[in-house]
């Protein structure tokens, strides 16, 4: 803008001059001014610039800012997105322990019961007053493995014969004379039926194998003195002689009695009786 300036001092056409310079005074003066404004406009544009430049380096310092934020952001994004994932693996696997487990108690509620098989002997202490239902089992056996013996032995053979008397000894020191409670008995009862066989085929197997395929024949004559012989076999005859299943050609004699002679079949023991005649 113009300056105010006095025209009071400036007198005549002399002033013209006057007037003229100080014209091209205020022109200069008004040029120089436009000059400082347009520095100053340069000036307060290259600030603006340097502003814009400071303003753009503060942007990226706060783009960089930001970025590292929004970096960290998505590192807590993926580490929490692991740990839920693994949280979510762990319960899974407690459900699905809890279920397996839950399905097995259910399979064990829901399993047919197996049958097994309750036979047990117990052999009894020597000094034992009182015997329980396992070893009343193993007396009740050890007397029916005993018994199917007792008559097949080789009366002949003292090995046989005293491993008999040592095994009827210790059941004797074992199971006779002893207490025991009545539904004990029920039970030995109920078990030992189904094991009679068994029990019978083990006392055999005791001493001789060929037992069971063996009949024990005896001859009861009178006179006692009287000579008994097996005519179809080598073996001689003696009381309780043990044979095989099949015929066999008896004969009894006395000097002074008539001869007997007899076949007979044997397919299980046999007692033959015979009275000889004068």
């Known amino acids: 803008m113009f300056e105010n300036f006095d025209m009071n001092d400036k007198k005549g056409f002399s002033g013209l001059n006057n007037l003229g310079t100080e014209i091209d005074d205020i022109i200069e003066e008004h040029n120089h001014n436009n000059t400082l404004k347009d520095e100053n406009k340069n000036s307060a544009s290259e600030s603006k610039k340097n502003k814009r430049h400071t303003n753009t380096g503060a942007t990226n310092s706060t783009d960089t800012n930001v970025s590292d934020i929004n970096e960290n952001e998505d590192k807590g994004s993926l580490a929490w997105l692991w740990w839920s994932i693994s ?3 762990v319960i899974w696997l407690i459900i699905q322990t809890n279920s397996g487990g839950s399905s097995s108690s259910a399979k064990s509620l829901y ?7 309750d036979y047990y002997e117990s052999k009894p202490e020597i000094y034992a007053d009182t015997l329980d239902k396992n070893q009343l089992l193993y007396c009740e056996a050890e007397k029916i493995r005993l018994d199917t013996v007792e008559n097949k032995i080789d009366k002949y053979s003292s090995y046989e014969v005293d491993k008999y008397n040592r095994l009827s000894n210790d059941y004797n020191s074992r199971c006779a004379n002893k207490q025991y409670y009545k539904n004990n008995m029920y039970y030995v009862k109920r078990n030992i039926e189904k094991k009679k066989s068994q029990l019978q085929e083990d006392g055999l197997n005791r001493f001789n194998t060929s037992y069971k395929n063996k009949y024990i024949l005896t001859v009861n004559a009178t006179p006692h003195d009287a000579r008994i012989r097996i005519l179809n076999i080598k073996p001689k005859y ?7 299943k099949g015929s066999y050609h008896i004969e009894i004699s006395k000097k002074g009695y008539k001869t007997i002679k007899k076949w007979v079949s044997l397919d299980k ?3 033959y009786t015979a009275k000889l005649t004068r």
């Open 238 to 244: 003696k009381d309780g002689i043990r044979l095989n």
């Open 87 to 89: 949280v979510g693996i």
């Open 111 to 117: 399993t047919k019961p197996v049958k097994i098989d």
């Open 269 to 271: 023991d046999m007692t």
